[in-house]
């Protein structure tokens, strides 16, 4: 789909995913590499223990199908080399700190000079500019900074991160789409390139669920709670994980139009079994959530429900629980361990791994094929082929060097400034929740004109899920379904009559796009799955995205990004070492899964304008989610080791951890990531007892981690987090305090990026929404109203989008298809 595109991409652990899905999309990626090769070689884990820059597990995961050029940037014939490379290239992707480019000679404008069609993506912890950008940072205090870390881990102890480090994965994804962003503006409309300006904090900060607007909503702060959450106005633990015989589930036991039908059928099977009475098992869970936020069920009693669920579970093991998923129709999944994983029998199904020949490659021979997880989206017209080992360092150098000059057409002109750069594209949106809504939002957020079509019989469970805003509990006031559906025109549809679903179809036969994240067989159960519409609209781009994919045994599993997160391996890596996984805040693939249906989206329409050809795109949220996960994967696959939780502790830092500071929930995140910032912050801290541990060595810190975790917990439990994370910073010491919705919405650099806004919204009034986390230089997105009310755009979509004459959309309304 890409194959027409050149990359270079010169990130290192802090971007490579971003050229790696540009690369398996068909893009021809060179990995510029620095002499001795990139720093990710230097991660680990590595196959048979062994540290060495062939064998890192972190760099396998990130690397295949890409070509390795060694260059040396300061000067001389390789920076020539590097700007001729810049001059026949489409893409750069760089993951530098700000400024550092500059430093080189090779800002910008040098850049733009050399290439003026490159579209030059920055992948940053904080963004290429602001009052935060040049701050000291580790993935752990990214996560204190984004807020994802304020909503993961157990009450009773310090706010968490994922085992395994997600910002600067959660940024690459979010870059890969955004350069394809870019690309569709160029090849489309101007002939120019321009920068991308992604942010790890921004990025991550998806990963809060939209909780992050509480605070500007006037809603209740959500806080940590181990395999669940705390809702503001709710004195409950509101748990979506449970332990059971073997292990642990993650069980949706929540209320509503969409999710009390699967409760009022598992509270039948626990009545069925003993455990409760009929009175219990006959509860209004439509209603539930209201009754419990109004007071007509008291909290007391939802206790007693979960303590009922609780002892229920504890006599089923995972496979029982997760075989009633499918014969009982409820909303349970496993938490499964990267061994459970690989061995998952969907997967084999679904012929998702790929077994890669790694005979004849340096420092790897002898051990036979690795398996590696394989494509993260299924296309019906130009499946994703299995990518080869990466390549060694400086592999392709010579052949890159000889190959001829390569030309990218120059742009006519100045650069056309402003516009969106996605005007013009045409989508319908059938999605729900948030993972495919999400997608759909970036969309329209870059331009494209997005039909949101719901039906007031079905509401969308995020219309019913807390928060809202001013705690006012109306299905028009949910901050979630808001923020996943701003800019979007809202259709009221009852796909149940023939006649809506001929108005669905001619919604499709005006889209350049149809989405959709309903189980396999609703679509298909309508008449609206692709081999039908592709009758109405041969060259349609549509893609399905659900959590286990159009096919395999367990593609029917029906559900949300809690379940998808178990079921897929990162619930295991999120907690502490001595009690069971707690999982990262909320929906995680939900979170993930997006980014790479963005990408396939647009890689799509890109193989559609060269060849005039649409398809089909079957997109596992677990599956593509799994990404994130790929060195755990590899480390068992090769190594024969699953990763465990480990808490906030690295295998390279220290100390490493959040701290208690003072005030009410209140901790900061301080990671020391090498002897220069371990003398500094002894420095700087007050303590004499730390005079005489500023030699230390990091293995020698690692040993004594505890001991120092305990010194610096009596220095910041007595000082407000934002003094600690001033006086670290200053001393560039990597620090940031953990922040929720308060902290986030003052936080400069947020406010820099534009990310919190205000809009105006139907119901409401005004809103507050989540901006873009794409910043395009030329060509920025906008975010001007909320979402749609249910119908709110009916009559304008069948009148000014689809041509309906009156008439024949009155006679629609009195037959009840806008319901």
């Known amino acids: 789909m890409l194959s027409s595109f050149r990359v270079l991409d010169l990130t290192d652990e802090r971007g490579q995913l971003c050229g790696q899905v540009l690369a398996d999309l068909g893009a021809d990626v060179l990995l510029v590499e620095p002499p001795g090769g990139s720093s990710s070689r230097r991660v ?3 196959a048979g223990d062994e540290e060495d820059g062939e064998r890192s597990l972190f760099h396998w995961a990130y690397n295949r199908g890409k070509r390795s050029v060694e260059l040396d940037l300061d000067g001389g014939a390789d920076r020539q080399a590097f700007l001729e490379l810049v001059a026949g290239a489409d893409v750069l992707v760089e993951s530098f700190d700000p400024g550092v480019l500059e430093g080189l000679g ?19 912890a904080f963004g290429s500019d602001g009052p935060k950008a040049g701050w000291a940072y580790t993935d752990l205090t990214l996560a204190a900074a984004s807020g994802a870390a304020s909503l993961t881990g157990d009450e009773d102890r310090p706010p968490l991160r994922v085992t395994l480090p997600q910002a600067f994965l959660h940024a690459s994804a979010d870059a890969a789409g955004a350069a394809l962003v870019a690309l569709y503006e160029r090849e489309r409309r101007s002939g120019w390139g321009q920068h991308v300006d992604v942010a790890a904090q921004q990025s991550h900060s998806v990963a809060t669920q939209s909780f992050l607007l509480s605070h500007p909503g006037n809603s209740g702060r959500a806080s940590r709670v181990a395999g669940g959450v705390r809702l503001g106005g709710l004195d409950t633990k509101v748990q979506l994980l449970w332990p059971c ?45 209201v009754m419990l936020y109004d007071g007509r069920e008291p909290i007391a009693e939802y206790e007693r429900l979960k303590q009922v669920l609780h002892d229920f579970f504890m006599t089923k093991t995972k496979a029982e629980l997760f075989e009633a998923t499918f014969s009982r129709r409820v909303l349970i999944a496993p938490v499964t361990t990267t061994a459970e994983l690989v061995h998952s029998g969907h997967l084999a199904d679904r012929g998702f791994w790929e077994d890669v020949d790694a005979e004849g490659q340096p420092g790897r021979g002898g051990s036979g094929p690795v398996r590696f997880p394989g494509a993260f989206a299924k296309f019906s017209a130009t499946p994703l082929p299995p990518q080869p080992m990466p390549a060694a360092l400086g592999a392709h150098t010579l052949e890159v060097r000889a190959e001829p ?19 013009g594209l045409k989508v319908a949106d059938f999605m729900w929740v948030f993972a495919g809504p999400w997608a759909s939002r970036a969309l329209a957020d870059l331009g494209a004109t997005v039909v949101r079509v719901e039906s007031m019989h079905h509401l969308d469970t995020l219309r019913t899920a807390g928060n809202f805003q001013d705690d006012r509990t109306d299905p028009e006031w949910a901050l979630q379904f808001g923020n996943m559906n701003a800019g979007k025109l809202g259709l009221a549809l009852d796909l149940s009559k023939p006649e809506a679903r001929d108005v669905a179809r001619d919604l499709v036969r005006w889209a350049d796009v149809a989405l959709e994240s309903f189980t396999p067989k609703a679509m298909r159960g309508l008449g609206l799955d692709y081999e039908s519409l592709r009758k109405v609209k041969p060259d349609l781009v549509m893609a399905s995205s659900c959590l286990m994919g159009q096919t395999g045994r367990h593609s029917a599993l029906a559900g949300f990004g809690t379940m998808a997160a178990a079921v897929s391996g990162f619930f295991h890596v999120t907690g502490w070492p001595d009690r069971a996984p707690c999982g990262p805040f909320g929906a995680y693939t939900d979170y993930v899964s997006p980014r790479f249906l963005l990408a396939s989206v647009l890689a799509a329409l890109e193989w559609r304008r060269r060849t005039g050809q649409g398809q089909y795109i079957d997109l596992s949220q677990a599956e593509a989610s799994m990404r994130l996960l790929a060195p755990a994967v590899l480390d068992y696959t090769v190594n024969g080791r699953v990763v465990e939780r480990q808490g906030n502790d690295d295998v390279s830092f220290a100390p490493h951890g959040v701290y208690p500071a003072f005030g009410e929930d209140q901790w900061v995140a301080i990671a020391v990531a090498s002897d220069e910032q371990w003398r500094a912050l002894c420095e700087v801290l007050p303590r004499a007892d730390l005079a005489g541990l500023s030699g230390l060595s990091g293995a020698a810190r690692r040993a004594r981690r505890r001991e120092l975790d305990e010194l610096l917990c009596a220095w910041t439990r007595g000082c407000p987090a934002g003094e600690v994370m001033e006086l670290l910073q200053r001393a560039g010491v990597p620090a940031h305090q953990v922040q929720n919705t308060v902290e986030a919405f003052a936080d400069p650099q947020l406010r820099h990026r534009g ?16 901006g873009s986390r794409l910043r395009l230089s030329r060509t ?5 109203r909320g979402a749609p009310t249910i119908g709110e755009h009916s009559w304008q979509v069948l009148t000014e989008v689809l041509g309906y004459d009156e008439d024949r959309a009155a006679e629609l309304a009195v037959a009840g298809v806008f319901e």
């Open 44 to 46: 680990g884990p590595f």
């Open 106 to 124: 090779l800002g910008r404008d040098v850049l733009e000079a050399a290439n003026p069609a490159l579209v030059h993506v920055s992948i940053t």
């Open 245 to 289: 015989k073997d292990g642990q589930v993650s069980v949706t036991f929540l209320f509503g139009a969409s999710m009390g039908p699967f409760t009022k059928r598992l509270m039948d099977w626990v009545c069925e079994e003993g455990f409760c009475d009929e009175a219990t098992r006959d509860k209004d869970w439509i209603d539930y959530a």
């Open 405 to 423: 000059p390569r030309a990218v057409a120059r742009p006519d002109g100045p650069p056309p400034v402003g516009g969106l750069p996605l005007a």
């Open 755 to 770: 990310h919190f806004v205000q809009v105006p919204q139907s119901a409401m009034g005004q809103t507050w929404v989540e």
């Open 780 to 784: 920025p997105a906008r975010v001007e």
